[in-house]
């Protein structure tokens, strides 16, 4: 829902669906656990509509460079930052599932989900395509700097891949 919102242009709204949906799917696993209802299929879905959702909010940006007219004007760059911040995004998740396959902890890193909820929904919330932009930007190098320092952990755990 905040993803089509935000295509229309409506960026405080959306952002305020997409703060509202983070605050709540941060808190089902928790609730989960707490209530000893954790199955390992909830933990899979859960992960995986998670993807979903944060690549739809990004789709939802990239249609507003393209029609909203007073973004259109930085339409190319605009659409570029979103793709690499949703190829960031979803590459420090897959870099953890990878790891957590092996075994191995990898809660590491600057940017992971929570941190990329509030930086983009509070860059949302300020009216201005040149905030956003910058938003974009920060999330575009600091998602791939997430998966560059999740790589090093892992590679030191396993022994820079002796193990």
């Not at 305020?16 to 954790?38: M, S, W």
């Not at 259109?72 to 659409?79: F, N, S």
Request: aromatic share 8%; charged share 15%; proline share 2%.
């Amino acid at each position: 829902m905040a993803g089509a919102v935000l295509a229309y242009g409506a960026a405080v709204p959306g952002a305020l669906l997409f703060l509202i949906g983070g605050a709540f799917d941060t808190l089902d696993g928790a609730l989960a656990r707490a209530t000893n209802q954790k199955t390992v299929f909830g933990e899979f879905f859960d992960s995986t509509v998670d993807r979903f959702s944060e690549a739809v909010i990004f789709l939802g940006l990239a249609v507003a460079f393209l029609r909203v007219p007073a973004m259109m004007e930085h339409a190319v760059l605009g659409v570029a930052l979103c793709f690499l911040s949703m190829i960031g995004s979803i590459m420090v998740s897959y870099a953890r599932a990878r790891a957590e396959g092996l075994d191995l902890d990898c809660e590491v890193g600057w940017l992971q989900r929570p941190e990329r909820i509030i930086i983009l929904g509070v860059g949302l919330l300020i009216p201005s395509t040149n905030v956003l932009l910058v938003i974009l930007a920060g999330l575009a190098v600091m998602t791939h700097v997430t998966v560059a320092q999740r790589i090093m952990h892992v590679h030191r755990l396993t022994n820079g891949g002796r193990q």
